[in-house]
Nanobody
Framework: QVQLEESGGGSVQAGGSLRLSCVARGYSYKAYYMAWFRQLPGKEREVVAGFYIEDGTTDYADSVKGRFTISRDNAMNTVHLQMNNLKPEDAAMYYC?????????????????????WGQGTQVTVSS
C-alpha cells in the first residue's frame, strides 16, 4: 500500500497563494488516482481536486475551479496542489489520497470512501 506525506501548508492572507505537495512512497503513484481533500472540524471531508496520472486528466470541485491547479512531478513521485487567490473559506486541513484508477471513469472520484491510502494532512489558514 502506498504511503503518502503532505507538506506545504501554512498561513496566508486572502488573495495569497500556497503550494501543497504530496510524496508517494512504497509504490509508484502512476498506479493510482490521486486526489486532494480538505476538512474543517466537525465537517465531512470534501474533495478539492483529482488527477488520473496515467493520462493526465484532472478534475476539480466547482468551488476551486480557476484558482487551484493539480499537477505531478514524475521524477519525485509527487503530486502538487497550487492554490491561488485563496479565500477564508479555503482554510482547512488538506489531505492527499490515493485510490484505484477506476475512480476516474466510474465518476466516483468525489467519494472519500473509495480511497484506501491517506496522508496525515497539512493545515491551511487564510486570514481576511
Amino acid at each position: 500500500q502506498v504511503q503518502l506525506e503532505e507538506s506545504g501548508g501554512g498561513s496566508v492572507q486572502a488573495g495569497g497563494s500556497l503550494r501543497l505537495s504530496c510524496v508517494a512512497r512504497g509504490y509508484s503513484y502512476k498506479a493510482y488516482y490521486m486526489a486532494w481533500f480538505r476538512q474543517l472540524p466537525g465537517k465531512e471531508r470534501e474533495v478539492v481536486a483529482g488527477f488520473y496520472i496515467e493520462d493526465g486528466t484532472t478534475d476539480y470541485a466547482d468551488s476551486v475551479k480557476g484558482r487551484f491547479t493539480i499537477s505531478r512531478d514524475n521524477a519525485m513521485n509527487t503530486v502538487h496542489l497550487q492554490m491561488n487567490n485563496l479565500k477564508p473559506e479555503d482554510a482547512a486541513m488538506y489531505y492527499c489520497a490515493a485510490g484505484p484508477p477506476s475512480l476516474r471513469w466510474l465518476g466516483t472520484w468525489r467519494d472519500m470512501t473509495q480511497y484506501k491510502s491517506w496522508g496525515q494532512g497539512t493545515q491551511v489558514t487564510v486570514s481576511s
